[in-house]
């Protein structure tokens, strides 16, 4: 997929509509008027709502004063926690995406490109590597530090709640590290899942210290030095149609992983079966007409 094959690709991240690509190839303007800018290097900006909610325009803020200080204060931090081995554990994360050559993949929160590499070795050669950030600086880094070499590369800025791709586009879908400060975190997990083709994977990771450590001193002071290692796994947050979901702890089990896979629609239960054997009516829907709450 080259540049102009992704622009063509790339919908209203609000209602799924299709976008006008300008002739220049500089704008993408939507049903509704609202026009998107491609940047002299290529990268789109698909940011919506085009002003952020606060909490977004803050992350969004922080990231871009911190970009070329990042890299080091974020392996500092995995050093804390355990000594934990950085680069193994990317891996492992990476992994869980279960990604082949030939396969197109989607970042969200790519950063300065650390996991973003990882994802381009597993699509090589061949394959495509989506990366989005909500941050310029951090997202721009990225682009000058990845190898585009045997894999197409493609790069937008964007907001993880409001995704500009139509539903199925993608084999696998990753974000680390930031979705405990997004504004409509249910709406993200939902535009991550929707975006990922039946059958394929969504790995979504970010700070959480595992319930079993909260009290121990050490933990305590980090609980205490970071309120967002007290967030908690956001298990309630997660579509209906997925299956084999899996928790991971990871980084000194200070950090969780998700995993699960995308399924064509969501599971249900059969409360009309009738229980085999029996010389009467009885299945889940009686049983409840019967339970006192």
């Known amino acids: 997929m080259d540049h102009k094959e992704f622009l063509k690709s790339l919908v209203c991240p609000l209602t799924g509509g299709t976008l006008t690509i300008a002739e220049d190839g500089k704008t993408l303007t939507s049903e509704d008027g609202v026009v998107y800018d491609v940047n002299e290097n290529g990268i789109v900006n698909m940011l919506y709502p085009k002003e952020l909610l606060p909490g977004d325009a803050r992350e969004q803020y922080l990231y871009d004063q911190a970009f070329l200080r990042y890299d080091k204060g974020v392996s500092w931090v995995f050093e804390t926690l355990n000594h934990s081995d950085e680069a193994a554990t990317r891996e492992f994360m990476i992994d869980l995406m279960e990604l082949k050559p030939g396969m197109k993949a989607l970042e969200v929160g790519a950063g300065t490109g650390k996991d973003s590499a990882l994802i381009l070795n597993r699509v090589r050669p061949g394959g495509t590597a989506v990366l989005s ?161």
């Open 133 to 293: 950030d909500l941050s310029p600086n951090m997202l721009k880094l990225a682009q000058d530090k990845l190898s585009a070499d045997d894999v197409n590369v493609h790069y937008f800025l964007g907001n993880g709640s409001y995704l500009p791709f139509a539903d199925d586009t993608f084999d696998a879908v990753f974000h680390f590290g930031g979705i405990n400060t997004f504004s409509e975190r249910k709406r993200a997990f939902d535009e991550l899942t929707r975006v990922v083709k039946p059958g394929g994977k969504v790995v979504v990771g970010d700070e959480s210290v595992a319930p079993w450590l909260r009290n121990t001193p050490t933990y305590a002071t980090l609980l205490k030095a970071n309120p967002l290692f007290r967030a908690e796994v956001p298990i309630e947050d997660v579509p209906a149609n997925v299956e084999d979901l899996k928790l991971h702890y990871i980084f000194g089990n200070a950090f969780y992983v998700l995993e699960y896979r995308v399924t064509a629609k969501a599971p249900e239960v059969d409360i009309d079966l009738p229980i085999p054997g029996k010389d009467f009516v009885d299945n889940w829907r009686l049983r409840a007409e019967k339970a006192v709450d």
